[in-house]
């Protein structure tokens, strides 16, 4: 049962444009969110956050929004550089007695072509 | 550089050999956690330690186990590896729960 669900295995972007990374969830208890990026044989590295109070979150070129009434939410990258080619991994935080264990998603692979 | 170390970088073991992936930090973390990583399943918390001394089961823990003898160091004991066992192993610690994980740089084992 994938709780963190990233829907699109890969996507293509080309320079400067934008790319959407999307991202649901199932479990209501979920009340903060990350992105993590990983490039090849290296370990996952933090790169935005946003609390479930909060609808948008602002960090340079990265946007995160959470639209809690549809358990979804999604990582803006503009303008999209080749540097940003990576494996971008959605995960949530729950309280209560998961308080602290991340669930992960299952990675979109994102390609920035120059 | 402060951060976390892992070794081995890789290993490949033989079915039914018992083996110890080793995790440490130096940034003084109090929580710790170790995941794997497998194609189509994103990374899955296996245990995860809140502070020296105490551990607890994540979403995959059997066949794995864990201890935190100190704020350092957190190994992980494969007793008896199994083919399924076979995947990229991540230790990742954080100030405490629900704070930021900071991730090292993985195991990549092979159960043969």
């Known amino acids: 049962d994938q709780q963190v669900k990233q829907n699109s295995p890969s996507l293509s972007v080309q320079e400067g444009r934008i790319s959407i990374l999307n991202c649901d969830y199932t479990?209501?208890?979920?009340?903060?969110f990350l992105w993590y990026k990983k490039y090849p044989a290296e370990g996952p590295t933090f790169l935005i956050s946003i609390s479930s109070i909060k609808d948008k979150n602002e960090d340079g070129r990265f946007t995160v929004f959470l639209n809690k009434s549809a358990k979804h939410l999604s990582l803006h990258i503009v303008p999209s550089q080749p540097g940003d080619s990576a494996v971008y991994f959605c995960a949530a935080l729950a309280g209560g007695t998961s308080y602290g264990k991340l669930t992960f998603g299952q990675g979109t692979i994102l390609t920035v072509h120059p | 550089i402060a951060g976390i170390t892992q070794a081995p970088t890789s290993q490949i073991l033989a079915a039914g050999r018992r083996m110890t992936l080793r995790c440490t930090q130096d940034?003084?973390?109090?929580?710790m956690y170790w995941y794997r990583q497998d194609l189509g399943l994103g990374l899955r918390l296996i245990h995860y330690s809140n502070t020296a001394g105490t551990t607890g089961k994540g979403e995959v823990p059997d066949g794995y186990s864990v201890s935190r003898a100190n704020t350092d160091d957190f190994p992980l004991t494969l007793a008896s590896a199994v083919p399924s066992q076979t995947s990229v192993y991540f230790c990742?610690?954080?100030?405490?729960?629900?704070?930021?994980?900071?991730f090292g740089p993985g195991t990549r084992l092979t159960v043969l």
């Open positions: 479990n209501s208890m979920f009340d903060y």
């Open positions: 990742a610690s954080s100030t405490g729960r629900g704070d930021t994980q900071y």
């Open positions: 940034m003084r973390h109090n929580a």
